[in-house]
């Protein structure tokens, strides 16, 4: 099995351009083997091999002291693809300062936040799950294939409800597939800087080049989905319920107005840039809020162009109209209200 290990290992480093010859690689990789194998009887990429199991505690790596995660990760940064077999991991997934990393999901879920932060190249295949929150700052090049966003207050690593995406300063070339947004938490000190279900934002250095194929919030107690940043595409924007929760102790939008975080909106468009949503879909009749559409701040030479909108239903506290900015860069093509 090792001989199998490290003959793969070292034809995925010549895939990826190695300068050695082979038979150097191999002494490198039968040493890396050594560092970081705690378990033979687990293919090799397999995580259980290096430590991390599913349903049992996250410790430390007995053969470098690092916590077992981390080590991972340097593992991962040395070229190694590593995979997450299906079930429960109960920590968070914190990539940091790391670079040239591939990892693989089969419907994993992580208790804590899935973080990728001043980073860059990072691929995260298959389907993922976090209980807490999927963040990026400060990166670039970021693929993700299925990520969701989860309900679960007694197993998230903090007791909580999920905070949901939030897309931040410095991310520059990112793509996912598909995200679904289960629920976004409200009411009390530790949601301050929760703002809603997908947030892409930043003052000054707001994201760039982010494509999404399809975003699905399915609950958020403060705004469904808030954008701004430069070229982003979405295929299909999803909300089904919003402004459901409460304000208190709600910090103000990145660059904006006191009291305007509070006004919650379906979907609120601001400071964005030569962009576009497809479709979008807006269900009002479970949501609360203010708007169904903020079309605030932008630039007509630059437009957001929204090709289809439907609203769907009635607001249940409020008639959720659509809000049009003297000064909005917002074009929409077809809008359409249904009632169900």
Same mark, same amino acid.
């Given at each position: 099995?090792?001989? %199998?290990? $490290?003959?793969?290992?070292?034809?995925? @480093?010549?895939?990826?351009?190695?300068?050695?010859?082979?038979?150097?690689?191999?002494?490198?990789?039968?040493?890396?083997?050594?560092?970081?194998?705690?378990?033979? &009887?687990?293919?090799?990429?397999?995580?259980?091999?290096?430590?991390?199991?599913?349903?049992?505690?996250?410790?430390?790596?007995?053969?470098?002291?690092?916590?077992?995660?981390?080590?991972?990760?340097?593992?991962?940064? #040395? !070229?190694?693809?590593? %995979?997450?077999?299906?079930?429960?991991?109960?920590?968070?997934?914190?990539?940091?300062?790391?670079?040239?990393?591939?990892?693989?999901?089969?419907?994993?879920? @992580?208790?804590?936040?899935?973080?990728?932060?001043?980073?860059?190249? /990072?691929?995260? =295949?298959?389907?993922?799950?976090?209980?807490?929150?999927?963040?990026?700052?400060?990166?670039?090049?970021?693929?993700?294939?299925?990520?969701?966003?989860?309900?679960?207050? /007694? #197993?998230? /690593?903090?007791?909580? %409800?999920?905070?949901?995406?939030?897309?931040?300063?410095?991310?520059?070339?990112?793509?996912? +597939?598909?995200?679904?947004?289960?629920?976004?938490?409200?009411?009390?000190?530790?949601?301050?800087?929760?703002?809603?279900?997908?947030?892409?934002?930043?003052?000054?250095?707001?994201?760039?080049?982010?494509? $999404?194929?399809?975003?699905?919030?399915?609950?958020?107690?403060?705004?469904?989905?808030?954008?701004?940043?430069?070229?982003?595409?979405?295929?299909?924007?999803?909300?089904? +319920?919003?402004?459901? !929760?409460?304000?208190?102790? =709600?910090?103000?939008?990145?660059? !904006?107005?006191?009291?305007?975080?509070?006004?919650?909106?379906?979907?609120?468009?601001?400071?964005?840039?030569?962009?576009?949503?497809? %479709?979008? &879909?807006? +269900?009002? =009749?479970?949501?609360?809020?203010?708007?169904? #559409?903020? =079309?605030?701040?932008? &630039?007509?030479?630059?437009?957001?162009?929204?090709?289809?909108?439907?609203?769907?239903?009635?607001?249940? !506290?409020?008639?959720?109209?659509?809000?049009?900015?003297?000064?909005?860069?917002?074009?929409?093509?077809?809008?359409?209200?249904?009632?169900?």
């Amino acid at each position: 099995m090792k001989h %199998r290990l $490290i003959d793969c290992l070292v034809l995925i @480093f010549l895939l990826v351009g190695c300068k050695k010859n082979e038979d150097q690689w191999k002494k490198d990789l039968e040493k890396i083997d050594t560092e970081f194998t705690l378990h033979n &009887e687990y293919d090799y990429l397999d995580v259980r091999r290096y430590g991390l199991f599913p349903g049992k505690p996250i410790g430390g790596h007995p053969k470098n002291g690092k916590n077992v995660v981390e080590a991972l990760l340097d593992l991962a940064e #040395l !070229g190694v693809p590593i %995979r997450f077999p299906e079930g429960f991991y109960k920590t968070a997934l914190k990539i940091q300062g790391r670079k040239n990393i591939k990892l693989y999901f089969n419907n994993t879920i @992580f208790a804590g936040l899935v973080e990728v932060r001043n980073s860059n190249d /990072i691929h995260l =295949m298959g389907s993922l799950s976090t209980l807490e929150q999927f963040y990026t700052r400060d990166s670039e090049n970021i693929q993700a294939d299925i990520v969701f966003v989860k309900k679960d207050s /007694i #197993l998230s /690593i903090n007791n909580r %409800r999920p905070y949901g995406c939030s897309i931040h300063s410095g991310t520059k070339n990112l793509t996912i +597939k598909k995200l679904v947004v289960e629920d976004v938490g409200s009411g009390t000190f530790d949601y301050k800087f929760v703002k809603g279900g997908l947030i892409i934002h930043g003052h000054n250095n707001e994201p760039e080049e982010i494509n $999404i194929d399809s975003v699905i919030i399915k609950s958020s107690d403060r705004h469904g989905a808030y954008i701004s940043g430069e070229n982003i595409e979405i295929d299909f924007l999803s909300i089904e +319920k919003f402004g459901v !929760g409460s304000g208190l102790e =709600m910090a103000p939008m990145e660059g !904006g107005i006191l009291g305007d975080q509070l006004a919650f909106s379906g979907l609120w468009i601001k400071n964005c840039f030569n962009s576009s949503i497809k %479709r979008t &879909e807006i +269900k009002l =009749m479970e949501s609360g809020g203010v708007h169904s #559409l903020n =079309m605030d701040y932008g &630039e007509t030479f630059r437009p957001v162009v929204l090709d289809t909108v439907l609203l769907i239903g009635k607001g249940k !506290g409020s008639p959720l109209n659509e809000k049009y900015s003297p000064r909005t860069g917002v074009k929409i093509n077809f809008l359409k209200h249904l009632n169900e």
